[in-house]
Nanobody
Framework: QVQLVESGGGLVQAGGSLRLSCAAS????????VGWFRQAPGKEREFVAG????????EYTDSVKGRFTISRDNAKNTYYLQMNSLKPEDTAVYYC???????????????????WGQGTQVTVSS
């Protein structure tokens, strides 16, 4: 069974940091891009960051640029999202997802991803 399992969420004060992890099991995604998405209460799920198969291409939504860093360790089938200088507006459930195809660059559209984790809650207090 293919699974993506997120961890590392929690409650943090504004200005703090969290590191999310996404562990894949059941198959390797070493040749696939991986993305992090988030969904805040009452809002649609949105793209946060993505990384291509070898880390050569990374993409971020404008609101997290300079604060979040995405990375991957293909040997461990694990993907990370380092979140610094957190703001209350970063509060959301964060999901990792794997691209359904093999492409050289990151794709932002949710429809391009067919494997999803269950999500991890991140809450930033003011």
């Amino acid at each position: 069974q293919v699974q993506l399992v997120e961890s590392g969420g929690g409650l943090v004060q504004a200005g703090g940091s969290l590191r999310l992890s996404c562990a894949a099991s059941g198959r390797s995604f070493s040749n696939r891009a991986v993305g992090w998405f988030r969904q805040a209460p009452g809002k649609e799920r949105e793209f946060v960051a993505g990384i291509n198969w070898n880390g050569g291409d990374t993409e971020y939504t404008d609101s997290v640029k300079g604060r979040f860093t995405i990375s991957r360790d293909n040997a461990k089938n694990t993907y990370y999202l380092q979140m610094n200088s957190l703001k209350p507006e970063d509060t959301a459930v964060y999901y990792c997802a794997a691209d359904l195809g093999i492409f050289p660059s990151v794709r932002r559209a949710e429809s391009n991803y067919n494997y999803w984790g269950q999500g991890t809650q991140v809450t930033v207090s003011s």
